[in-house]
């Protein structure tokens, strides 16, 4: 197996936001062993991810690792700030090592995800005085972290407890967005293009106040997901993918257009399949119902022709309301929290599949998904 180091140095602003080159590296190399050596103080950002074996402290006067340490491929991300090319930062790292990235959505991982708790915090960079005033009225349901003393850690889990961060673009709202927070980011219209970490609220800082304040009264969970049919909020993708003989697994009363509808009534229709019958699986918010979930899609992967597409559409694990065996309506009928980067390394690495995008943040639905060719 490969032995991968990577060296990432860049400014705190800029951290976060490389790591969708690292998963692309990863699976560059795969399979590998992925370190990564970078500042002893980005570390909480990466400690519990995935794909990372191992992190390193990086010393400026440190001679070659490949050498000492027997690494196979030896990367290094450059710092992107001091690199004058017009491209989204995300992007830019990996531009800049020569990878295509699946995912364009940075994400943090952390060992034990905190209960919610109702509040806003206000990221430590804030200068803004409508924002500190806006702070300021919700008393204790506001917090700066900056008042607290607080290692990098512990503001990592108030964030990703927090209903709502707000501040301007820095480290601490990029970390937010990562973890699936709610953000409200204030942006220029120019730094938006360049900086915007996907699916956030972004207001001018004019404009900041009045923004969190909407978000902040905004009903966290719409009502619209407790109606059924979310298939109908990602068609439009899914069309683009699925032209005509493929399966609609899971589908119910709302089947996709041109699919053949396979439900509990009907599995035979899959389960009875030759290999490589279909043209594809397209399935929205039914693999988190099966608890043999690897047979499942070991299932799936097998009717699929070669070069043929699997389209799956899930709840986020970070939706209260949907989690496994809770009491909510949905909720107690799922039996499993499909997490968007473990489910990926799975249909990669046990499966087969490219991937061919994904996302990992939630959309308006709570939701995400992740599209995949068969070798």
């Avoid at 204790?140 to 990592?156: C, F, I, P, Y």
Wanted: aromatic share 10%.
């Amino acid at each position: 197996m490969r032995r991968v180091l990577v060296t990432a140095c860049p400014r705190i602003d800029d951290i976060i936001l490389c790591e969708p080159t690292l998963e692309a590296l990863y699976y560059k190399f795969a399979p590998c062993t992925l370190t990564l050596r970078t500042w002893d103080g980005y570390f909480p950002f990466f400690e519990h991810h995935p794909l990372i074996s191992d992190l390193i402290a990086f010393k400026e006067d440190e001679e070659s690792l490949v050498d000492r340490w027997g690494f196979d491929e030896q990367i290094g991300l450059p710092e992107i700030a001091q690199w004058h090319v017009v491209l989204p930062a995300v992007q830019k790292f990996a531009a800049s090592v020569g990878v295509t990235l699946s995912r364009h959505t940075p994400a943090i991982f952390l060992d034990d995800r905190p209960a919610d708790w109702n509040g806003v915090v206000v990221a430590d960079e804030t200068q803004n005085s409508g924002l500190i005033e806006f702070a300021k009225n919700l008393g204790d349901s506001a917090v700066q972290l900056r008042n607290l003393g607080m290692d990098t850690r512990a503001k990592l889990k108030i964030m990703a407890s927090a209903s709502l961060v707000v501040g301007p673009d820095s480290w601490m709202t990029q970390a937010a967005a990562a973890m699936n927070t709610r953000v409200v980011i204030g942006l220029s219209e120019e730094a938006e293009k360049l900086r915007r970490p996907f699916n956030t609220i972004v207001a001018h800082p004019t404009d900041m106040p009045e923004k969190a304040s909407e978000t902040w009264y905004e009903k966290k969970y719409p009502d619209y997901m407790n109606t059924g049919n979310a298939a109908d909020f990602i068609k439009g993708k899914a069309k683009e993918y699925m032209k005509s003989g493929y399966v609609d697994v899971g589908c119910s009363k709302w089947p996709m257009a041109n699919s053949i509808p396979v439900d509990k009534h009907n599995r035979e229709v899959i389960e009875q399949a030759e290999d490589e019958t279909f043209a594809g699986v397209f399935s929205s918010h039914c693999l988190e119902h099966i608890k043999d979930w690897e047979t499942e899609l070991a299932l799936w992967h097998r009717i699929i022709r070669q070069h043929g597409i699997l389209f799956m559409y899930l709840p986020h694990p970070n939706c209260e309301p949907w989690q496994a065996e809770t009491g909510s309506w949905v909720g107690k009928e799922h039996v499993w929290n499909p997490e968007p980067v473990t489910l990926v390394r799975h249909l990669r690495e046990v499966l087969n599949f490219d991937i061919l995008e994904y996302t990992s943040r939630q959309d308006p639905l709570w939701s995400y998904y992740v599209i995949a060719r068969k070798r």
